[in-house]
């Protein structure tokens, strides 16, 4: 016999990892009276300092105000009534309050799920992290369970439902049988080397560039952070990008004629990302429901991978409360549906997004001139231009 110990408990929802999908979730349910135990594989200092996403529509503003946790979202975040878009040397604005009648807010992922752990911890509920082997059972026969490791001890959680909301990475999809499920995949020649900056944004809004020499982004997460990304390829070396290569590239690529550029820093951090397009179908399978990443992933070009991911969770909480409250199983039933439907909308703005201002490798001068002229008849057009904007600050509410 073993002589490790082992734990047991039980609860009504298990959430497999706690990024904004699996906070948010933990916390929707709570506000609707409903228990979780939320299982993490990493640290909370690693979960918390993982930099990445930083624009949230409208909607997921709304959903983190209303769930009580946009105190200081509201007060930090930075509201931005359009965006830029570079390029031939020259800068143009869509501005979205007036096309779409809605703005977006620039807040870091970071502070996202910093505020949803600090209300995580409020409401007392648990939250492991460092949780090690992770494993599901019995989600098809109607006994779901959660099976892991943490501090010498074996875990079981004995649940009504799990929610897979671990990233692309994740345990949850690959646990649900292969012909039960498809996925859906495109992936991109190239990916985007981001760095963090120890200095103030020159712009108020963000600028989208293409430029001969590729894609660039300017991007913020404070009064005196900058973030930046450069098109580079999928599996760039980091050693091949000195500080000073990254700034006089992304100086070349985003300076424009009037003499608009960003303005050069120390560097905080850099990382690279490939970039693909993946939807799984259907995002359940018995009581297993994945939500965000874990479901579905896509080119950062968009912004819209953080705002699917908390447009999931509120369509499950919803569900999950209707199943406890009132024994109604026909919102989970069309979780799926009502999601995908979301997703592949996001999925066709970002691939739109990303094919407009990306330059293919070995891609040629047909190519660029195509994608010139795309750029120069979406400014020149306000239904173009509309289109863009209403996808960009996300589907009404009413599709939530
Ligand atoms: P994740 O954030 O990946 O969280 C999953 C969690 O599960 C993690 O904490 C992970 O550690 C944990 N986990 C994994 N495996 C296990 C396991 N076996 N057991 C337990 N836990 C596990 N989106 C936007 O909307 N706007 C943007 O501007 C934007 N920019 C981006 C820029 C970059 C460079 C990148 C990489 C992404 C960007 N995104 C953006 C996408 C966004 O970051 C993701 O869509 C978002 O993180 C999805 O949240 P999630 O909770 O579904 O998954
Ligand atoms: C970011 O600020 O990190 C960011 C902004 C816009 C994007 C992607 C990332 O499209």
């Not at 979205?96 to 949803?116: P, R």
């Not at 292969?178 to 600028?207: C, D, Q, T």
């Not at 070396?237 to 120390?266: C, F, K, M, Q, V």
């Amino acid at each position: 016999m073993s002589d490790t110990a082992h734990s047991s408990m039980r609860t009504q929802v298990g959430i497999v990892g706690a990024g904004p999908a699996g906070l948010m979730l933990g916390h929707l349910l709570h506000l609707a009276g409903i228990d979780s135990v939320i299982v993490e594989k990493h640290n909370r200092e690693h979960v918390i300092e993982r930099v990445r996403a930083g624009v949230l529509e409208q909607g997921t503003v709304d959903v983190m105000v209303n769930a009580g946790v946009g105190d200081r979202l509201l007060r930090e975040g930075m509201r931005h009534g359009g965006i830029y878009l570079a390029f031939l040397g020259q800068r143009h604005r869509i501005d979205f309050e007036d096309l779409a009648g809605a703005s977006i807010t620039v807040y870091g992922q970071n502070e996202v799920v910093k505020d949803l752990i600090a209300a995580r911890y409020a409401t007392g509920r648990p939250l492991y992290f460092e949780a090690r082997d992770v494993r599901l059972s019995g989600f098809e026969d109607g006994q779901p369970g959660i099976h892991f490791r943490s501090d010498e001890k074996e875990h079981e959680i004995a649940c009504d439902f799990i929610a897979g909301c671990d990233g692309f990475h994740g345990v949850c999809r690959p646990s649900m049988p292969s012909e039960k499920w498809r996925a859906y995949e495109r992936e991109y020649p190239f990916g985007w080397l981001g760095i963090l900056a120890n200095v103030a944004p020159s712009s108020g809004e963000l600028v989208y560039s293409l430029h001969q020499r590729g894609f660039a982004l300017f991007s913020m997460r404070s009064p005196s952070v900058t973030r930046l990304y450069l098109q580079c390829a999928p599996d760039e070396s980091l050693d091949a990008w000195p500080d000073d290569r990254i700034w006089d590239e992304l100086l070349a690529r985003l300076g424009t004629a009037d003499g608009w550029r960003p303005n050069r820093g120390g560097i905080l951090q850099k990382n690279v990302t490939g970039m693909r397009s993946f939807v799984a179908e259907p995002m359940c399978c018995g009581r297993l429901f994945l939500a965000g990443d874990a479901a579905h992933i896509l080119p950062p070009t968009g912004a819209k991978g953080l705002n699917l991911a908390i447009a999931d969770v509120v369509i499950l909480s919803r569900a999950l409360a209707a199943f406890y409250q009132d024994r109604r199983e026909d919102l989970l039933d069309s979780y799926s549906v009502l999601c995908l439907r979301r997703a592949w909308r996001a999925q066709r703005f970002s691939w739109w997004m990303t094919s407009m201002l990306h330059r293919a490798p070995g891609g040629d001068e047909f190519d660029y001139r195509r994608q010139i002229a795309e750029l120069d008849y979406l400014m020149s057009s306000r239904a173009a231009m509309t289109s863009l904007a209403e996808n960009y600050v996300g589907l009404p509410t009413e599709q939530r």
